[in-house]
């Protein structure tokens, strides 16, 4: 069957073009044209998308798709690497994600980046990591994968650091930068031994190599484990996490689309592409369901304590990327992604919806100066309400379905998985304890703000309408069910567990959730006993804890640990030894060395240069007599040598 044209190659390409016209002329155009621009080629990879689904959907396609760009794109010895791009139900959920909620972050943008300086800057950033995103999900190989990944680590750098003036936004972007290049370097290791193992980069191949092995841990563990140092940094695991929370300098929709719903989910769709080689090596799966469940259990405490509104969500923000690496340690890899797509949804809200706060508040961003913001932002609460419900794991909500999925499969996952479970259920309660208190101290109460001559205002529809999209999408994103979607991404990640096929059938299935929902509640309760009716309550329960509470507002003192285990010795090395003694002692050295010998070299050939003709035909004539005598040496030497030749032979 001819299948119709998928334009696959256009789905980056069309926001790359709107990186370079707002990046080469962006500066000169009107701000109405530069968001034209900006969100006109988004769409159009959006309306491309919508239609190859459509496509699948109506049995017009079938998948999977390859189509190679470039062939022999890089060839070394017999190492051929296409520049392919793939298209099957995985990526086309990715590319539905990528394309649709980053086309509402950009609607967002408008309105709230207003008034900032660098408006075509920004919104070139932003095509320019849709671009990098887009190339990362569709790429059929391990090298054009991480094209597509240092791509979104440079633009995130960028946008980080959007604020030029800001030395916090700086060196934000520095830290996220560096921490980045760590697991990147990780991830370059599992290339190459990719490569050596299995002489390939595609990843079909190299899982078609895999289904004809019995092969089993060892060099299959050792590529697990390197992928999985990469994907710790991209998606703000343990022990990389560090970066996340500091990337809150940039800009609000920075935050909902890259730190949120897009480029910190990298890693998790990497190990689920990836998961043929990760079903090889049961360690390599413990060690991330182990990474996943404590990163999710760390964050949560440490966001029980935070005050910056977009903190709150940062650190929510691990936590959740952490249930991510517990499905997916638990070979639960749909429900992960189910995770990741519900996620998106509620998660680029929460952060939407506390730009709307920060907006409607004069950039204010502690939650200790708001407070009964529902009546004079009530879009906003209500929107960001369905947030908070759907993160917190309430019925109908999406968080719900996805996260109960996650549950449910790591308690069906053994011993281990039951601990893990319990981990997971205990931070679900926590989640809703710190999301329901951001809700409270928000919206809340009598107005904490210093600035009284200062009213709250509703934000502008441009940044609403996202807002009620995204809300509505929080609420009904999961009633699709894990059995549909796992059924969808079967032929790509395996079928889904049966509930009735496991131990305990579809009756363990409801216990766990009704007892998902009763630890939600609790949470929520302890919220409302906590800051309903103000903060005393929780300021006494601190005070009686001062230890407790003075180890979570210092996060655990992690970014000291670091700093002074790793960033002071490097620093000091970097200081004395390559700066004393490589750049001072060799680089320096060397160039004085070099300008000594060109300075004595000059002193003795300027001693010729006297100006005097006498002099200098003396010197022409001692060196026509010095080449008149090395001639006739040569001459006579030769001769000699020839005549003694001649004797010898006769």
Not at 207 to 215: I, K, V
Not at 261 to 277: D, K, P
Not at 570 to 581: D, K, M, P, Q, S
Not at 603 to 618: D, H, K, P, T
């Amino acid at each position: 069957m001819n299948q119709p044209a998928l334009f696959l190659p256009l789905i980056p390409l069309l926001p790359f073009l709107g990186f370079l016209l707002n990046g080469l002329i962006g500066r000169r155009l009107p701000k109405a044209l530069v968001s034209t621009i900006a969100l006109l080629f988004p769409l159009l990879s959006f309306g491309i998308v919508a239609r190859d689904a459509f496509l699948y959907w109506s049995g017009a396609i079938t998948f999977p798709i390859i189509e190679t760009n470039a062939p022999a794109w890089i060839t070394a010895g017999p190492i051929h690497i296409d520049f392919t791009f793939a298209l099957d139900q995985l990526t086309l959920v990715m590319l539905l994600i990528i394309t649709g909620v980053g086309f509402l972050i950009h609607i967002y943008s408008v309105g709230y980046m207003a008034h900032e300086e660098g408006y075509w800057r920004f919104f070139a950033y932003l095509n320019l990591f849709l671009f990098f995103m887009l190339v990362l999900v569709l790429a059929e190989n391990v090298l054009l994968m991480f094209v597509g990944w240092e791509g979104v680590g440079l633009v995130s750098y960028l946008l980080i650091g959007f604020y030029l003036n800001r030395d916090s936004a700086a060196t934000a972007g520095r830290k996220a930068f560096v921490v980045n290049r760590i697991g990147d370097f990780g991830f370059l290791l599992g290339i190459f031994l990719f490569l050596a193992h299995f002489g390939s980069l595609s990843f079909h191949t190299i899982s078609g190599a895999l289904a004809n092995s019995t092969e089993q841990g060892g060099i299959l563990t050792a590529i697990a484990l390197c992928l999985v140092v990469g994907a710790c940094g991209k998606s703000a695991q343990i022990p990389l996490y560090i970066w996340l929370p500091d990337a809150m300098e940039g800009p609000t929709p920075v935050s909902a689309l890259i730190h949120a719903a897009t480029m910190v989910t990298a890693g998790v769709y990497m190990i689920s592409r990836t998961h043929f080689l990760f079903d090889r090596s049961p360690f390599a799966l413990a060690v991330i369901a182990i990474i996943g469940a404590a990163t999710a259990f760390f964050a949560a405490t440490v966001g029980l304590v935070q005050t910056d509104i977009k903190r709150v969500l940062a650190y929510s923000t691990i936590s959740q990327l952490g249930y991510m690496f517990l499905g997916c340690g638990v070979a639960a890899y749909s429900a992960s992604v189910f995770h990741l797509v519900t996620h998106a949804f509620f998660k680029a809200l929460l952060f939407l919806a506390a730009g709307s706060v920060i907006h409607g508040m004069s950039d204010q961003q502690d939650m200790r100066k708001m407070g009964g913001l529902r009546k004079q932002m009530p879009v906003t609460f209500w929107t960001m309400t369905a947030g908070v419900f759907a993160i917190a794991g309430f019925f109908p909500f999406a968080g719900f379905f996805s996260k109960d999925a996650i549950l449910y499969e790591a308690f069906q996952a053994g011993s281990l998985g039951k601990l893990l479970y319990a981990v997971g259920l205990f931070t679900a309660f926590l989640t809703s304890f710190y999301m329901f208190r951001l809700w409270y101290l928000t919206f809340f109460g009598e107005s904490r703000s210093d600035n009284h001559e200062h009213h709250a205002h509703e934000s502008p529809w441009s940044m609403l309408t996202p807002l009620v999209i995204l809300a509505i999408l929080s609420v009904c994103g999961g009633w699709i069910g894990i059995e549909r979607f796992g059924g969808f991404l079967a032929p790509v990640i395996g079928p889904v567990a049966d509930p009735a096929a496991l131990p305990g059938g579809k009756a363990l299935d409801i216990t766990l959730s009704v007892v998902a929902v009763v630890v939600a509640a609790l949470g929520w309760f302890l919220a409302h006993t906590l800051y309903s009716k103000g903060t005393e309550k929780a300021e006494k329960l601190a005070a009686s804890m001062p230890a407790l509470h003075t180890i979570l507002v210092k996060k655990y003192g992690i970014d000291e640990l670091y700093a002074a285990v790793i960033v002071a010795p490097l620093t000091l090395f970097a200081r004395y030894i390559l700066g004393w003694v490589g750049e001072g002692a060799i680089i320096r050295g060397s160039a004085w060395l070099l300008a000594g010998i060109a300075t004595l070299c000059g002193e003795l050939l300027r001693r010729w240069q006297s100006g005097n003709i006498r002099s200098y035909s003396a010197w022409i004539a001692a060196g026509a007599a010095v080449f008149l005598i090395f001639a006739a040496c040569t001459y006579f030497g030769t001769a000699g040598l020839a005549i003694h030749f001649n004797w010898m032979g006769q």
